[in-house]
Each structure stands twice: as structure tokens, then as C-alpha cells.
């Protein structure tokens, strides 16, 4: 802090200003855009991790700071028709989950969603050596062993079985997303 009372003597002694430094301010800029996107975007891809006997996966240390800032850790792990799960920071899910019940469920298709991703969600949260234990029965719907993707999707992570990632993925590149989506879910971002 500098102090201005020998400029102003009497009127501000007491007044001072704080110093900056640009390698504060960019330390600045760069914590205010963790916060604002979860700290994900830094590092979105996608990344090969190996599953411990207990069914823990390690998330990689680029993403923990941004989770533990962003949700203390705590976060919501459920299924996705494609066969994969899904992992959301807990306040994502939250905004999820109130449009998800939200819907009308008078169309089956919403059902069927509501049903999967509500019905399957759990809680999970990140051990002090940034750990998360997938429970068996979602494992075992991915069909996760040892070898396992888990892709950045910004907003939320997907959590694959090595080799029917590398199959979709290829799937996904000739097909070129022709398919349709019903008209009700065409402004649901999950």
C-alpha cells in the first residue's frame, strides 16, 4: 500500500491506495475466468485413465482446482442412452434436474430421459488425492474395466469404455449427426 499523507498532510493521513503489479492483475484475470467457466475450458478434450481395483478414477490435475473451486468437490454421476456416463459439477446438475422435472412427462421420450438420468443419479465426491468412486452398477452400464476416456465436455465430463469410444467416435465422424431430435427436448441443454 502506498501511503499519500505526505502529500495530503492532515486531510488523508490515514488514506493509502494499494499497489498492482501486472502479474497480480493477469493472477486476477486468470482466477476470474476459473471461476466463471469451472475451470474447464482450459483443458477440454479428451483423456485415456486407468480405473483402481475399487472402481476409483483419478480426474486428471488440470481439472481439480477448477472442481473443488467450482463444487467443493461434490458431484452428480449418471448414465446417458449412448452408453456412457455422465459427470456434472453438483450446481450443472441442479440447473438440470430443475428442467428435467420441469418437463411434461406425458410424452414417453421425456420419460425415458427423466427416468435415465434421474433415476440413476448419484452423488459422488473427490478424495483428497482427487479420486472419484464410480459406484459397480453404473460401471457396469458403461461397461468400464480398467481402461476408461473421459471427455470434457465444458459444462460436464463423459466418462467412456476405451474401446466403444474409439467404435462411436468413428460412428459419430461418418455419420455426421443426420439424426433428429424431438421437438419437446430442442431447447434442453444436458
Known amino acids: 500500500m502506498r501511503n499519500f499523507s505526505r502529500f495530503f498532510p492532515n486531510s488523508l493521513d490515514a488514506f493509502s491506495f494499494p499497489t498492482y503489479s501486472v502479474e497480480k492483475w493477469d493472477e486476477v484475470v486468470e482466477s476470474g475466468k476459473k471461476r466463471i467457466t469451472g475451470g474447464f475450458l482450459s483443458d ?4 485415456t485413465i486407468n480405473l483402481d481395483a475399487k472402481g476409483r478414477m483419478a480426474l486428471p490435475t488440470g481439472y481439480r482446482q ?71 452398477r453404473l460401471r457396469e452400464f458403461a461397461n468400464l474395466e480398467k481402461r476408461v476416456v473421459l471427455a470434457n465436455l465444458v459444462n460436464k465430463f463423459e466418462i467412456w469404455n476405451e474401446e466403444a469410444w474409439a467404435k462411436d467416435r468413428e460412428r459419430w465422424i461418418n455419420e455426421g449427426g443426420t439424426e433428429s431430435v424431438p421437438e419437446v427436448l430442442d431447447n434442453l441443454s444436458i
Open 66 to 136: 477448477g472442481l473443488i473451486a467450482r463444487c467443493e468437490g461434490r458431484m452428480v454421476l449418471t448414465i446417458h442412452h449412448d452408453g456412457c456416463l455422465l459427470l456434472y459439477p453438483a450446481p450443472e446438475w441442479e440447473e438440470i434436474e430443475r428442467k428435467l422435472i420441469r418437463l411434461p412427462n406425458q410424452n414417453p421420450a421425456v420419460r425415458r430421459l427423466q427416468r435415465m438420468l434421474l433415476g440413476h443419479a448419484t452423488e459422488v465426491e473427490m478424495d483428497s488425492h482427487g479420486r472419484i468412486l464410480l459406484p459397480s
Open 44 to 47: 477440454s478434450g479428451g483423456q
